[in-house]
């Protein structure tokens, strides 16, 4: 988790002292760059300058004490007196920093604040917006997180956002569907329908997502990266997401018949197949336009 650490301790004066403008906080934070400052960066006395604020003592400083430290620190901000926006401001600022070290620990400490928050008349959301480079430039980290499905109310609006974040590179998304319950998974693919990905691509990391034959099928219908065709050449393919992904582009071409041909058709369904060829014919016709 080096990505921030240098960062972090060049400008960590500036952005602790001059933004959050509040010593006792820095004293605080002092902490989080060199915690063998000790009790005397809790009182505020420590000065954020000298050997805390050089890039190698960051980089030497336990990770735990980091962590404590910037619990610590959102403990502070929630005794010292300010007004309702003032605190959210703060809030934000030291859990953008926060994440950068360790973000399963902002994550939770945002997640726990959200009760209050709603009750204050400020949305929970106004937290979690500052997640978003996080969640688009470690992504997996963040899902790894997310994953464990213990955020509360908050888990759904988390991982959203997670998703939102990658509405452009759906490809990742489609490889945690499987992890994914089924109103995340509708969410999942509400956003790769819409994302600018090219279909083919998508179809591609569908089928080799390893989901089940079902699921495929109607995330290929989601996703909209079927191709309709009149070929029954799947009938003769092997089990397997190509010979679903075939069935399911010759269900979308059954799905425009008339009722005659559509009759005729079904014929020629396979037995084993036609219990499923009927849900995904109904399905289509569902949720067509």
């Known amino acids: 988790m080096k990505r921030s650490l240098l960062k972090i301790a060049t400008h960590a004066t500036a952005l602790l002292v001059g933004a959050l403008l509040a010593p006792t906080l820095a004293g605080v934070m002092a902490i989080i760059i060199h915690p063998s400052t000790g009790s005397t960066a809790a009182t505020g006395a420590a000065p954020l300058t000298g050997p805390?604020?050089?890039?190698?003592?960051?980089?030497?400083?336990?990770?735990?004490?980091?962590?404590?430290?910037?619990?610590?620190?959102?403990?502070?901000?929630?005794?010292?007196?300010?007004?309702?926006?003032?605190?959210?401001?703060n809030q934000r600022k030291l859990l953008k920093l926060w994440a950068g070290f360790d973000l399963d620990g902002a994550l939770r400490a945002a997640a726990e604040e959200g009760g209050s928050l709603w009750f204050e008349g400020n949305n929970v959301a106004q937290?979690?917006?500052?997640?978003?480079?996080?969640?688009?430039?470690?992504?997996?980290?963040?899902?790894?997180?997310?994953?464990?499905?213990?955020?509360?109310?908050?888990?759904?609006?988390?991982?959203?956002?997670?998703?939102?974040?990658?509405?452009d590179r759906p490809g990742i998304i489609i490889s945690h569907l499987g992890e994914m319950n089924s109103f995340q998974q509708a969410e999942a693919m509400s956003v790769i329908r819409n994302s600018s990905a090219n279909p083919a691509e998508i179809r591609t990391a569908l089928m080799k997502s390893g989901i089940g034959e079902s699921q495929l099928a109607d995330f290929l219908l989601s996703s909209r990266s079927l191709t309709p065709g009149d070929s029954m050449d799947w009938a003769a393919q092997p089990a397997g997401p190509e010979r679903t992904a075939a069935r399911a582009d010759w269900v979308a071409h059954l799905a425009t018949l008339d009722p005659a041909a559509y009759a005729a058709a079904w014929e020629t369904v396979p037995a084993a197949d036609r219990a499923e060829v009927a849900r995904l014919t109904v399905k289509m016709l569902h949720d067509s336009p």
Do not use: M
């Open 52 to 89: 805390s604020s050089t890039a190698d003592a960051a980089l030497s400083t336990p990770r735990t004490s980091r962590s404590e430290a910037f619990r610590q620190a959102w403990r502070e901000l929630s005794l010292r007196p300010a007004t309702r926006d003032a605190r959210l401001d």
């Open 127 to 167: 937290l979690f917006e500052v997640f978003a480079d996080d969640f688009s430039q470690h992504p997996e980290e963040a899902w790894r997180i997310l994953a464990r499905n213990d955020f509360g109310l908050d888990q759904c609006q988390l991982q959203c956002r997670w998703l939102e974040q990658l509405h």
